[in-house]
């Protein structure tokens, strides 16, 4: 079994910067990919950014040039750096890796989710 344990949100004003990290651990051989959603109230969950072992960022158009996402292999960990917050990106935030088991088996596994709002 593999765990996602996100940490970092809150409330923030608008401008403001906020850093999620979610770290892998259990029966982790490889990852694949791991990346960021959200859901905000009465949407969809959407892709907000990935990254990709070895390939290409991906940043879903409303957050480009504001959020950043980087990895820590050594630590099975991914981060969201979220600068210029807006009042549209309050959501609830859900880590997603992509995991090769111990036993070569590939698994999507999800976060609990952590909730960020941005409000004055």
């Known amino acids: 079994q593999v765990q996602l344990v996100e940490s970092g949100g809150g409330l923030v004003q608008p401008g403001g910067s906020l850093r999620l990290s979610c770290a892998a651990s259990?029966?982790?051989?490889?990852?694949?990919?791991m990346g960021w959603y959200r859901q905000a109230p009465g949407k969809e969950r959407e892709l907000v950014a990935a990254l990709p072992t070895g390939g290409i960022t991906y940043y879903v158009d409303s957050v480009k040039g504001r959020f950043t996402i980087s990895r820590d292999n050594a630590k099975n960990t991914v981060y969201l750096q979220m600068n210029s917050l807006k009042p549209e990106d309050t959501a609830v935030y859900y880590c997603?890796?992509?995991?090769?088991?111990?036993?070569?088996?590939?698994?999507?596994?999800w976060g609990q989710g952590t909730r960020v709002t941005v409000s004055s």
């Open positions: 997603n890796a992509r995991v090769i088991n111990t036993a070569r088996t590939l698994f999507e596994y």
């Open positions: 259990g029966s982790i051989f490889s990852i694949n990919a």
